[in-house]
């Protein structure tokens, strides 16, 4: 089953045509759908979206730019909804060294804080790790118990190797199929047990939609490309990435699969 692992449903992007969206992706052979919660505004969609449609998981969790927004009560939320069966992982969370939005050390601080909340919930992480590999390697390394998924992967060897030692899964995008991507080689190197795909919908469109506005349903063009790129065909890449995000999302997406 063709899984777009991770797009942001609840942007503002999608809010004239929210369930639009979802239907193309579903009506283009999309099997299921994990909605990004990286706030808590998103993920209070992505439950909506979820209890409307099985097809639907969210994620919950703060991004690393709003990390100075964190506080007691926001812990209390994250671990309650944590518990939800909606909610298959924690994330985004991570580090952006990019725009620091929030300050470096409060951005660990938050980062390492939801990795223990992760761990009691039983639920796996989603990484955003932009510019700051050697650190979130650093975090992932001291969670070694926490599966996680290196989302819309792009960065270089240090964190890609982490990755791989702790076993951990790697999610590619429609980047994958920019002129400028020039990392195929770590396309070929992941596992077959632990390759992902996504789109990042609204952000980061493939080619032929470079410039628009990115939607599930294109994660096929992403799957086309990897599958390429790996020398297998895309049915058997689809049927693959398909079953590695049922094991590291668990019994929604498995049952749905």
């Known amino acids: 089953m063709l899984i777009d692992t991770h797009c942001h449903l609840g942007d503002a992007a999608f809010a004239a045509d929210r369930a639009g969206v979802a239907a193309r992706a579903f009506e283009s052979g999309i099997g299921h759908l994990v909605v990004v919660g990286e706030s808590r505004a998103a993920t209070v969609l992505g439950l909506e979206m979820a209890a409307a449609d099985g097809r639907i998981s969210t994620t919950a969790g703060v991004h690393p730019h709003d990390a100075s927004t964190w506080t007691e009560e926001s812990a209390a939320w994250l671990a309650g909804t944590l518990q939800d069966p909606r909610v298959v992982a924690c994330g985004e969370i991570g580090l952006d060294y990019h725009y620091d939005h929030s300050p470096r050390a409060i951005q660990r ?14 639920k796996p992480v989603v ?66 047990d632990r390759l992902l795909v996504e789109t990042d919908a609204p ?12 939607e599930p349903a294109y994660v096929r063009l992403v799957a086309e490309r990897v599958a390429a790129v790996r020398g297998v065909s895309a049915d058997a890449l689809i049927q693959s990435t398909g079953r590695n995000a049922a094991r590291v999302f668990g019994a929604r997406l498995a049952a749905a699969a």
């Open 109 to 122: 601080q938050v980062f390492e804080r939801q990795m223990a909340l992760a761990r009691s919930a039983g």
């Open 203 to 214: 952000y980061l469109a493939p080619v032929p939609h470079r410039g628009h506005r990115n």
């Open 127 to 192: 990484i955003h790790a932009r510019e700051a590999d050697d650190d979130v390697a650093a975090v992932l390394t001291a969670f070694p118990d926490v599966p996680a998924v290196l989302h819309s992967f792009s960065s270089g060897a240090v964190l890609f190797d982490a990755g791989m030692t702790l076993g951990h899964y790697v999610s590619f995008s429609g980047m994958v199929t920019f002129r400028s991507w020039a990392l195929d080689d770590l396309v070929r190197a992941v596992p077959d």
